[in-house]
């Protein structure tokens, strides 16, 4: 396990799937990342790569050749390798080999960077195409948050607080796959929570003006800032009465029902040419 610490926090990195699996801050005492509890949850934080959400029929194809993948691709469950570390910030990699290439056909390097700047972590996301054809990929992020986090509290004190107006839609889902159904879900600055809201699966968002979210409680002092600057979508998540939602800035998206399995048709798929670099980053910061 990697662990970062500064004054604020200690971090803890999992180098399979490079997981966070702990946000500890410590002035309040308090761990901020859900724990893994199996029955409801098995995961912290995992990375979404080379997929977002559900294929259809967990397969794609490419060049007219059929490839199977598991929902949220692959990288969560490979070991990542440590480029290089200091007391605040680590960088991870995973690369190709016969094992990924038999499930998405490109080559490719993931690199992920975790920074601790004061009260916020920083979790960057760099994706090279050292190969010559145009390579498809999605990448998002999927951090679960202790919420609520005090024993006197309940989800409906917590709301979600976008940094701009904002009304929107969320998009359906039927057995993971995105099925043409929308429904209002929030018009103006504040989302509140409940259990209601996730009875239809994951809240995904289009279009955002917002680049910013923040947990907040009306019962305690205490809020957790999400920034996801450039990020296309957003997906809201949690387990029914579980302790934990997660906030997820994505660059991708699940499949449609309606979808013809064409990976370069596929809605939400990053396209980066030969020899590339794309790069994105999302941060983490504690009120």
């Known amino acids: 396990m990697i662990i970062l610490e500064n004054n604020f926090f200690k971090i803890s990195i999992n180098e ?38 559900k294929l259809k029929n967990d397969s794609f194809v490419w060049n007219n050749k059929s490839y199977t993948c598991g929902q949220h691709g692959f990288a969560r469950d490979e070991p990542f390798s440590v480029m290089n570390q200091s007391e605040e910030s680590v960088t991870l990699r995973l690369s190709n080999s016969q094992n990924t290439l038999q499930r998405f056909p490109f080559l490719f390097h993931l690199e992920l960077r975790y920074t601790l700047i ?48 904002e009304h929107l839609n969320r998009h359906l889902l039927t057995n993971g796959l995105f099925d043409l159904r929308e429904e209002p879900v929030i018009s103006g600055k504040v989302l509140p929570l409940d259990e209601v809201l996730f009875t239809k699966d994951a809240v995904v968002l289009k279009n955002l003006h917002s680049h910013s979210v923040t947990l907040h409680s009306s019962a305690h002092p205490h809020r957790i800032t999400v920034s996801f600057n450039e990020f296309p979508y957003l997906g809201i998540w949690k387990k029914p009465e579980a302790r934990f939602i997660c906030i997820e800035p994505w660059y991708g998206l699940a499949d449609y029902t309606t979808h013809n399995g064409k990976l370069e048709e596929k809605e939400g798929i990053q396209s980066l040419k030969g020899n590339s670099i794309f790069e994105a980053a999302y941060n983490i910061e504690i009120h």
């Open 118 to 165: 004061h009260s916020t972590l920083c979790c960057t996301y760099k994706v090279t195409n050292p190969g010559d054809e145009m390579m498809y990929f999605s990448i998002g992020a999927h951090p679960g948050f202790v919420c609520p986090l005090y024993e006197n509290e309940t989800l409906n004190n917590y709301s979600l607080m976008f940094n701009r107006e």
């Open 16 to 53: 399979k799937g490079a997981e966070l699996t702990s946000i500890f801050r410590k002035d309040i005492q308090k761990e901020l990342l859900w724990q893994a509890d199996a029955s409801y949850w098995n995961r912290h934080a995992p990375v979404l790569f080379p997929f977002v959400g």
